[in-house]
Each structure stands twice: as structure tokens, then as C-alpha cells.
């Protein structure tokens, strides 16, 4: 199973890259009621050929409007402001280090991991987690290495947003999260959980640190989004938010089912 935040799941959405693009005029946002500017012959009825081949992308999105400004914001962002940043990082930092920064704030992140597997009663997942968490804690140096991984041991993603999915808790309304990306109703009610889970446990007192240290919370931020390949605008098609609320949707309920 996988994190439901703009990480794991966005690296799937470029999987679907390879659909067919659809190639019309849009406007200067690239993403807003793309139906609208359709050219068609009225002949061959290609408004109801497009329509139709995009209702099997359909998601229940009540708030779509709202989700397309801030879709639109979190592109403009990412361009203007958090790739520079990221593109920096990596400019200056060297790959080791970095290899060992993304391998310390991944061991953080097991402890949502096991107590997520343990709520989702998966005993074979918590022993796997609890032992990648003791093995990379301490041969590891604090996470900075993964020995786990080499012996077999991977890492299993879960958050609470799939533990609620597994009892059966619905999805609700399809939401774009500010900076944090494709999310719906019950997977924001994870994020805050497994938030708050993090800050409690405080494990290897990082949680306590970052209060009086912000800049561990942007190096972790910076380092999610160095290690994810996806560009917006890269599926090349004025049907992009359609897409990924649909590969998202689609991707989530896999997991919770895995």
C-alpha cells in the first residue's frame, strides 16, 4: 500500500502518460473546462465522441471547480517556486547525501507504517515494519542507511487514510489539497492522523526538534519532492486534471485492497 500525498501516487500518474492526448485548444491555464473549446465538426458529432470517451475518467468531484484553481495554483507553484528550490538542493548536495537524507526521513515514516498495519490487523506487515524500523534505527546510523531493504526486508507503505478504507469508510468528495496535491475526504483525515501519530511518537526526537528547527520540516518536504519524476504538464493533454483525479482514485482503491 502506498502514502496518499502527491508522492507514490503521482509516480503512478505518469504510467498513464502513454493514453492517447487529446490535441485542442484550451485556455491560457491549460486545464480549465477543456470541453468548453472543443472544434468539432457538427457533421460527425465529435462533442458527444469526446464526451463520451471522458466519462470513463469521471470521478465524484462536487467541489471541481474549486479543485481546478487550486490544482492550477499547486502548477504554478511547483514551477515557479518549488522546482527552483529542488533543482538547487540538488545542485549543491551530493548524492550520497542525499541518498542518506531521503533514507533518514523514509525510516521516520515507518511509524505510521506499523501502527497503520497494525490497525489494518496485517501481523505479518507490523513484524516486517518493526524490524526495518530496529535494523535501520541502529545498524543503519538513525536511518541513513537501509540495510533492511538488503535483507529482504522492504519497505510496506500504509497511512490511515487505507486503514479507514479497509473498514470501509468511503472515499467522499474527489479534493485537491493546497501544495500537497490529489487527496479526497477521507485520505485528508488520514494525512492529519498519521501527522499527528508522527508528532506523538517523536521518534529519534525529530518531531520536538523541528518545532524550534523548521528547516528539518523543509529538507523533508524538499527531499519528497526531489524524489518524485512528475512534472505537471508532462501528460501533454488539456485533459491532465481529469487524469490524474482518475488515476488517483483508481490507484488508492488498489492499495486499500492490496
Known amino acids: 500500500m502506498a502514502k496518499p500525498t502527491f508522492l507514490a501516487v503521482l509516480f503512478t500518474l505518469v504510467l498513464g502518460s502513454s493514453l492517447t492526448h487529446a490535441q485542442h485548444a484550451v485556455d491560457d491555464d491549460g486545464f480549465k ?9 457538427p457533421g460527425l458529432d465529435q462533442r458527444e465522441f469526446e464526451r463520451s470517451t471522458l466519462s ?9 471547480s474549486w479543485n481546478r484553481r487550486v490544482y492550477h495554483f499547486n502548477y504554478r507553484f511547483d514551477e515557479w517556486v518549488f522546482l527552483p528550490i529542488v533543482d538547487g ?7 550520497l547525501v542525499q541518498t542518506g537524507v531521503s533514507n533518514f526521513f523514509s525510516n521516520l515514516g515507518d511509524v505510521p507504517n506499523l501502527l497503520n498495519s497494525a490497525l489494518q490487523l496485517n501481523g505479518k506487515r507490523a513484524m516486517q515494519t518493526t524490524a526495518r524500523l530496529l535494523l535501520n534505527t541502529t545498524i543503519g546510523v538513525a536511518g541513513l542507511w537501509d540495510p533492511a531493504t538488503r535483507m529482504g526486508l522492504p519497505k510496506q507503505r500504509e497511512d490511515f487514510g487505507q486503514t479507514l478504507g479497509y473498514y470501509g469508510t468511503p472515499a467522499g468528495p ?5 501544495l500537497l496535491g490529489p487527496s479526497n475526504l477521507r485520505d485528508t483525515g488520514g494525512l492529519v492522523v498519521d501527522f499527528a501519530a508522527k ?7 525529530v518531531a520536538e526538534a523541528s518545532v524550534s528547527h523548521p528547516e528539518i520540516t523543509l529538507l ?3 527531499d519528497q519532492r526531489s524524489t518524485v519524476n512528475f512534472r505537471y504538464g508532462q501528460l501533454n493533454s488539456p ?3 481529469e487524469k ?3 488515476f488517483y482514485h483508481e490507484a488508492r482503491k488498489l492499495q486499500i485492497a492490496e
Not at 473546462?33 to 465538426?41: R, S, T
Not at 470513463?56 to 471541481?64: G, H, I, N, S
Not at 474527489?174 to 493546497?178: C, E, W
Not at 506523538?200 to 526526537?205: A, P
Open 244 to 246: 490524474i483525479r482518475f
Open 174 to 178: 474527489y479534493l485537491i489539497l493546497p
Open 199 to 205: 508528532s506523538q511518537v517523536n521518534w529519534l526526537n
Open 33 to 41: 473546462q477543456p470541453l468548453q473549446h472543443l472544434q468539432f465538426n
Open 239 to 241: 485533459f491532465e486534471y
Open 220 to 222: 523533508e518536504v524538499v
Open 56 to 64: 470513463a475518467l469521471q470521478v465524484y468531484d462536487p467541489l471541481e
Open 89 to 95: 538542493y540538488r545542485y549543491i548536495t551530493p548524492s
